[in-house]
């Protein structure tokens, strides 16, 4: 019965409002776009159609660091801007915890995010 009740809770980020979440995202692009080998992050962004896949088959093709920091950026910046409704979907993807295992930088975010909207 427990199990059950923990599947079928709210995801805490759909409480949030919507408007925090986005000015969140948009403080914290630079950031994210720094991540070493986004390879598994960008994957999740797929997967969860947050990105299509000829953007991702874009980056995947990128071997040089510094043009994965700028393209990353850009990939973020089409999301704030093209897809300001999946911001929401955004945090809940990359905060799964197999994805914050690999990048810090994002458990970092989730804890400033939590501080800061007391979630």
Request: glycine content about 0%; aromatic content about 10%.
């Amino acid at each position: 019965m427990e199990l059950q009740t923990e599947l079928f809770k709210m995801n805490p980020l759909e409480e949030l409002d919507k408007r925090q979440l986005r000015e969140f995202f948009r403080r914290n692009k630079t950031e994210m776009s720094c991540m070493d080998n986004p390879q598994t992050f960008l994957n999740q962004l797929r997967d969860n159609k947050l990105i299509p896949e000829e953007k991702y088959k874009e980056m995947t093709r990128i071997t040089s660091k510094d043009k994965m920091k700028k393209n990353l950026y850009n990939l973020l910046c089409w999301i704030e801007e093209k897809q300001p409704q999946t911001i929401s979907l955004f945090w809940t993807c990359v905060f799964k915890e197999f994805i914050m295992t690999q990048y810090p930088t994002l458990k970092r975010l989730q804890d400033s995010l939590r501080k800061s909207l007391r979630w």
